[in-house]
């Protein structure tokens, strides 16, 4: 059974920061694709955004509405994923999950999620 724990989420104001991180031991995150993606307090799956992925060789993809933004990286030796998170805007005001691992397609934030953590809150206020 796959477990992940995202933490490192708060309240902060537009233009600042935060890092997510994403621990767990069931697998190895250096072989696997890993994600993360939001999903907006209120809405259902239907608004699940994927916001980046990282695949076995370090490889990322990110979605057009946090490029530039967002950086998803992973901690080998640690087994943690990251998602350092600058210049925030309120829109990015969600619930952040981390996913993994992704087997099904390209790694790419196209790509179905099987298994995720609960979910760690960021608000960004104006």
């Known amino acids: 059974q796959v477990q992940l724990e995202e933490s490192g989420g708060g309240s902060v104001q537009a233009g600042g920061s935060l890092r997510l991180s994403c621990a767990g031991d069931?697998?190895?995150?250096?072989?696997?694709?890993m994600a993360w993606f939001r999903q907006a307090p209120g809405q259902g799956r239907q608004g699940r955004e994927t916001v980046a992925t990282i695949d076995e060789d370090g490889m990322t993809t990110y979605a057009d509405s946090v490029l530039g933004r967002f950086t998803i990286s992973k901690d080998n030796a640690k087994n943690t994923l990251y998602l350092e998170m600058n210049d925030l805007k309120p829109e990015d005001t969600s619930y952040y999950y981390c996913a993994g691992p992704i087997q099904r397609g390209p790694c790419t934030t196209a790509a179905p999620m099987d298994a995720w953590g609960h979910g760690t809150l960021v608000t960004v206020s104006s």
């Open positions: 069931t697998f190895k995150y250096s072989i696997e694709c």
